[in-house]
Nanobody
């Protein structure tokens, strides 16, 4: 499966953006990660295949919402109350483990990385 992230852009602090991750086929759990300049890639949010479970990094909890539309093979990341420290390239990826393995926040459990979309939050 191939994933394509989109929806990034320039926004002022306090603003909102919605990222989309379109997959070429069905995926199990799907995650969003981000990499800020000069930093390592970090986990942001993940959602199980049936939307029954979601998990968030503490830094985005209460501000970001992950959702999915399996009919469209698309996962979304609604980002509200954006802060300058949210500036990063955002990537989506598909969990490559079996369904029974549950949801993961570990980068190594994900594959089929999309090319990333840049989010820039100005102060």
């Amino acid at each position: 499966v191939q994933l394509q992230a989109s929806g990034g852009g320039l926004v002022q602090a306090g603003g909102s953006l919605r990222l989309s991750c379109a997959a070429s086929g069905r995926t199990l759990s799907t995650g969003w990660f981000r990499q800020a300049p000069g930093k390592e890639r970090e986990f942001v949010a993940a959602i199980s295949w049936n939307s029954g479970r979601t998990v968030y990094a503490d830094s985005v909890k209460g501000r970001f919402t992950i959702s999915r539309d399996n009919a469209k093979n698309t996962v979304y990341l609604q980002m509200n109350s954006l802060k300058p420290e949210d500036t990063a390239v955002y990537y989506c990826a598909a969990d490559r483990r079996p369904l029974w393995a549950g949801i993961s926040i570990t980068e190594a459990d994900y594959g089929s990385w999309g090319q990333g979309t840049l989010v820039t939050v100005s102060s």
